[in-house]
């Protein structure tokens, strides 16, 4: 008789290649006999799939068997890009597939390289939230993962005349089969409504009718573990008409019309919002929020009460973790769902509430924080409660209370997450010594043991080299560049405060002094290829505009000959995972500039040193800990520090700036890269008064740090050395080490590790 352990898949180079084989016949459908890449891919990846599929049902019954406490990770964002290498190397079989591979006659990376990237989120937050994942299954951490399955990730940016335009990135169309859509796993999920007096046992209550409802299915994402075979699971939501909807308008009204709205409940998850302030107080998002987190509410009370009963239990068994404000409504949903439907008393339920929560924030400026229009009982009690605490401040009872009064009422998602948190968490050491002295004061002087910080961590960038990456540049653009050169690389969202206009000032400025320069001069310069890359959010007028500079200032210095391989700059469009694993190993020095106390914590720069590549940066967010672990020799660090920043926003008109620096605004004001007038509201931007970004106070800076990295990168042997000690001490920015502080300090959850 077969024995159970028996039908587990084999890796030896023959039944790994019957595998391949059997997917291209009967799950792709194609002849064994011909098929080509991309269908080699699908069939490769079906195999991986079911490898995967088998430890992920392994983990689930083992984490079902013991029972431990779990975390459940609440995110609207989640950046996964490609999955079929980084599974394989996981699950530790990727030489075996290789070698299988090319036995049938195909390469195993360019397979790879036909995988399209997922990309459900914006930026730093939502690829921290998938190195974290990543983490937590490493570590053998009982951890589920909640998410939304947008059918349009985040756009695609396409560059036409050096100006960005944003594409659909409908990222379903060529199928994912990373997921598995659980149809029998689904919740409704009801909007809108009244609320009407009704007696139940005789007493009288509030009940609410809900006024639309809509379906959410599960679609899960199996997570490996590296050197485990803990495999975890990402739930993410999808929004389907539900079959319950009304009836009523199916009988009464127009059949066409009621078809028609069912097909409406489906935007609820349709696309990501872009990381952008005007977005705020939108219905659908605010939609969004609830639907994502009323599913994994009724997701994690099913699973809680198939083995527990009593409610008391629920905080040795459940720890739940709020990515930013974006989830916060889980807050209130929790509240809800032990009154209303599990018939607590507010005072067991509050009592709850403040067990399970913990909040981490990823921003530093008040504007990052939603508001939205609803939520007042919470408030009222805990303003009663405060009053108690700090008597009647009426200044200070305002700034905390979860209700902004005003012309417009909003809710402070932010003081909402802080109040009902157990711990509020910062991303690196500086960003929580913000929260601590500025925007959260009122809520540290009341509760300072509620607040600590997790400086972030990521995961290892795979490695590849300069070369692939010339060879990038060269197929994009068709530009040739100089292996000798320094390569010198700022990738990452395109915001005023990460000062890319900085940097643009900068190439100015060298390409300036070039142009300046004698024959003998020009000898010492150390050539370099400036290479910007990253997207702006579709509404920020002035992010668009940088990066419309960089290609005309590109465009003007690329194509003088008197120039040659001394300079030159490349912007790299459509910047997402897949193009970061190549650009990053490819880099020797990267460019961190953000305005001291601007960056929460940034993360690329620990992925640029993980590869060997030096620092050119401000003293900002985790950078600070980074020149700890590194050594301020080996960093090239200039500009304000962040207690510096307000004194000289204070200086404003009186502050002087350099005249280089009014010499290069000037020179993109004088038309000398074109496009005269729609540059001029940039240049007044940084000018006098309004430079408040300090991109004037910190330019004579920049430029010696820049010098010092030039100075340093032809004496080979420093270079190597304080790369070496860079990619040395970066052990600490892994998300492992992240993880493992939350697991032990917030979430108190132990491993669960699945045996072999
Ligand atoms: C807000 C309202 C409406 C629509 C979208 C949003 C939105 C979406 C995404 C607001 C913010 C984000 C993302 C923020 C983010 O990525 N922050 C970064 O988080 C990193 C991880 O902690 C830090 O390293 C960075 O410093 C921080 O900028």
């Not at 989640?78 to 090319?102: H, K, P, T, Y």
């Amino acid at each position: 008789m077969l024995g159970l352990m028996d039908v587990f898949l084999k890796n030896d180079p023959i039944s790994l290649q019957k595998d391949i084989l059997h997917h291209v016949e009967y799950t792709v459908a194609r002849s064994r006999f011909s098929f080509d890449d991309f269908e080699a891919y699908q069939a490769l990846a079906h195999s991986v799939r079911d490898r995967l599929i088998e430890r992920w049902h392994d983990t689930l019954i083992h984490f079902k068997k013991e029972d431990p406490k779990r975390v459940y990770f609440l995110s609207l964002e989640f950046l996964m890009g490609r999955s079929l290498s980084n599974i394989v190397i996981n699950l530790g079989i990727r030489d075996q597939f290789a070698d299988a591979l090319s036995q049938l006659g195909f390469d195993f990376e360019v397979l790879a390289e036909q995988e399209g990237d997922a990309c459900l989120g914006n930026g730093g937050l939502a690829r921290l939230s998938a190195c974290q994942m990543d983490s937590l299954a490493t570590l053998d951490y009982p951890a589920v993962g909640y998410g939304l399955r947008y059918q349009y990730g985040l756009f695609r940016q396409v560059i036409v005349d050096g100006f960005q335009h944003e594409q659909p990135d409908y990222w379903l169309n060529f199928g994912n089969l990373w997921d598995i859509e659980r149809i029998h796993i689904t919740y409704p999920v009801k909007f809108y409504g009244t609320v009407t007096d009704e007696f139940l046992n005789g007493e009288k209550c509030k009940v609410w009718v809900p006024g639309e409802m809509v379906e959410a299915v599960a679609y899960d994402n199996p997570i490996p573990g590296y050197g485990t075979r803990n495999t975890i699971n990402l739930r993410l939501w999808a929004a389907k008409p539900s079959d319950q909807h009304d009836m009523e308008s199916f009988n009464t009204g127009d059949y066409v019309d009621a078809v028609v709205n069912r097909q409406r409940a489906e935007s609820i998850s349709s696309i990501l919002y872009p990381d952008d302030r005007s977005y705020q107080g939108k219905e659908l998002r605010l939609k969004q929020q609830y639907f994502f987190v009323s599913a994994s509410v009724q997701d994690i009370f099913r699973r809680f009460k198939d083995t527990h009963k009593k409610f008391d239990e629920f905080p040795e068994k459940v720890a739940l973790q709020l990515n930013d404000t974006h989830p916060s409504l889980a807050i209130a949903e929790v509240m809800r769902v032990l009154l209303d439907e599990e018939h607590l008393s507010w005072h067991r339920a509050w009592d709850i509430i403040c067990k399970i929560f913990s909040f981490t924030t990823h921003t530093v400026s008040p504007e990052g924080l939603e508001k939205i229009p609803i939520i007042y009982d919470i408030n009222f009690n805990f303003v009663e409660e405060l009053k108690k605490m700090i008597g009647l401040d009426y200044d200070r009872l305002t700034r905390m209370s979860i209700v902004e009064e005003g012309a417009v009422k909003n809710i402070r998602m932010a003081n909402l997450s802080v109040i009902c948190s157990n711990t509020v968490n910062g991303v690196s050491r500086l960003h929580s010594e913000l929260l601590r002295t500025k925007l959260f004061k009122d809520f540290y002087d009341l509760w300072p043991h509620k607040f600590q910080y997790k400086t972030n961590g990521v995961t290892q960038v795979k490695k590849v080299n300069k070369i692939r990456l010339a060879e990038y540049i060269e197929a994009m653009s068709g530009l040739k560049v100089s292996l000798d050169a320094m390569f010198d690389v700022q990738t990452k969202r395109i915001h005023e405060y990460k000062r890319q206009l900085l940097n643009i000032l900068g190439i100015i400025h060298r390409y300036d002094c070039i142009k300046n320069m004698d024959k003998n001069d020009r000898k010492k310069v150390v050539p370099r290829v400036c290479i910007i890359g990253g997207k702006a959010a579709p509404g920020y007028e002035i992010a668009k505009k940088i990066i419309k500079l960089c290609h005309a200032v590109a465009e003007k210095i690329n194509n003088d000959n008197d120039i040659g391989d001394l300079l030159k700059l490349v912007f790299i469009p459509d910047y997402n995972v897949s193009v970061a694993e190549m650009v990053i190993p490819g880099a020797d020095l990267s460019q961190h500039l953000s305005t001291a106390g601007h960056e929460a914590s940034g993360t690329g720069s620990m992925k640029f040193l993980m590869n060997g590549c030096l620092l050119l940066a401000t003293a900002d967010g985790s950078t600070i800990e980074m020149v700890e672990e590194i050594g301020q020799d080996n960093v090239f660090l200039f500009g304000a520090k962040a207690h510096e920043v307000v004194a000289l926003r204070k200086k404003g008109p009186t502050l002087k700036v350099p005249l280089q620096f009014s010499r290069v605004v000037r020179m993109i004001r004088d038309g000398h890269f074109g496009f005269k007038d729609y540059f001029k509201s940039l240049c007044d931007k940084i000018e006098g008064t309004s430079d408040y970004f300090l991109l004037g106070a910190d330019f004579m800076s920049y430029l010696e740090a820049q010098a010092a990295a030039d100075k340093a990168f032809v004496d080979e042997e420093r270079w190597t050395k304080m790369s070496i000690l860079s990619a040395a001490g970066s052990g600490r920015f892994s998300s492992d080490r992240t993880i493992q502080e939350y697991a032990e300090n917030t979430w108190d959850i132990q491993p669960c590790r699945c045996p072999f």
